[in-house]
């Protein structure tokens, strides 16, 4: 059974500082991986999307990459601000059931970006 | 604006008392699914559908059922809600694609069972 964990469980940092928050899960066999931000009292925003095949995804200051081999992942984090301050998940798909298959969530990782 | 809506966002029960939770999307997307969210177990998906009268359990289906009469809800049904039914739950819309997807959530169904 596919497991996700996430590390750490919360990260406070000053602003600007760079930063990596990092997922591993247990079964390699994944359909692709997904980093999402949750904003207290709010759902899930969509961030990034990586297939299984891919090894890096971009969206401006931020960069997810993906070792399939080694069940990890990592959220990269440029120049952190304020409003970074969230909780990040991250959330695989197995292979068996293709585009239409379960997510797998992590419990996420709370970031606090102090001014 | 494509947004999945959830309704109501709060609410209050007792054990036992009937209640749905409305889901609806206006993206026209055919996978939609619900989750339950609870503090040291993170999101777990309930059911999900994917089309019209499409519908299959997830990992914790067991107090719950679901229908979809239309591409654009997915109602959450609980018969008989428990206690331990009171969480945060979010329904979920797909778009899907060739080397592509973005999942879409509502904001959440903050449900508390006395």
């Known amino acids: 059974k596919q497991e996700v964990t996430q590390i750490p469980a919360a990260l406070s940092v000053p602003e600007g500082e760079n930063l990596v928050l990092n997922c591993s899960f247990t079964?390699?066999?994944?359909?692709?991986l997904q980093w999402f931000r949750q904003d207290p009292g709010k759902g899930l925003t969509s961030l990034l999307l990586i297939q299984s095949s891919q090894r890096e995804q971009t969206s401006g200051r931020l960069n997810a990459s993906l070792d399939k081999s080694s069940g990890r992942s990592t959220l990269y984090i440029a120049a952190s601000q304020p409003g970074d301050s969230a909780t990040y998940l991250c959330a695989v798909k197995g292979v068996y059931g293709g585009s239409q298959g379960n997510l797998i969530f992590g419990k996420g990782t709370k970031l606090s970006v102090k001014p | 604006e494509a947004q999945v809506t959830q309704n109501p966002r709060y609410l209050i029960t007792v054990t036992g008392k009937k209640l749905t939770v409305t889901c609806s999307q206006n993206?026209?997307?055919?996978?939609m699914s619900w989750y339950r969210q609870d503090p040291g177990l993170g999101l777990r998906q309930i059911y999900y559908s994917m089309n019209v009268e499409v519908t299959d359990k997830g990992d914790v289906p067991e107090g719950y059922k679901v229908s979809r009469k239309e591409k654009r809800n997915f109602p959450l049904i609980l018969e008989s809600p428990s206690p331990n039914q009171t969480s945060l739950y979010f329904c979920?819309?797909?778009?899907?694609?060739?080397?592509?997807?973005?999942?879409?959530f509502g904001p959440g169904t903050r449900l508390l069972v006395l």
């Open positions: 079964d390699s066999a994944i359909y692709n």
């Open positions: 993206m026209n997307h055919e996978y």
């Open positions: 979920a819309s797909t778009r899907t694609g060739l080397l592509q997807e973005t999942q879409y």
